[in-house]
């Protein structure tokens, strides 16, 4: 059993920056893949960063690539999204997910864990 606690979410400006934390219990935190999904009213949860057990692999979405950080600290079972230059689109409710491999997943039915989500709005 892992549960996830998000937090950071907020309202920010356009070109503004957040940090999302995501911290996890459980034991097998280090060998699990980790990410960050988002959904905007009236539209599907997708992916937004993947990370891997170790931190060595990541993947980002189109969207968000050279503008979000996805990382984790496996000694406070936490893993974070840095989001910088912010546009009104990636207003949403972010979820933080967990699966059980060691390899990079992106799809939705990989992952076993779910946060509660946090909203984060930016203003134009």
């Known amino acids: 059993q892992v549960q996830l606690v998000e937090s950071g979410g907020g309202v920010v400006q356009t070109g503004g920056s957040l940090r999302l934390s995501c911290a996890a219990s459980g034991r097998s935190f280090s060998t699990r893949a980790m990410a960050w999904f988002r959904q905007a009213p009236g539209k599907e949860r997708d992916i937004a960063a993947a990370i891997n057990w170790i931190g060595y692999g990541t993947y980002y979405a189109d969207s968000v690539k050279g503008r979000f950080t996805i990382s984790r600290d496996n000694a406070k079972n936490t893993v974070y999204l840095q989001m910088n230059s912010l546009k009104p689109e990636d207003t949403a409710v972010y979820y933080c997910?967990?699966?059980?491999?060691?390899?990079?997943?992106?799809?939705?039915?990989?992952?076993?864990?779910w946060g509660q989500g946090t909203q984060v709005t930016v203003s134009s």
């Open positions: 997910a967990t699966g059980d491999t060691r390899g990079l997943p992106i799809l939705y039915r990989e992952y076993d864990y």
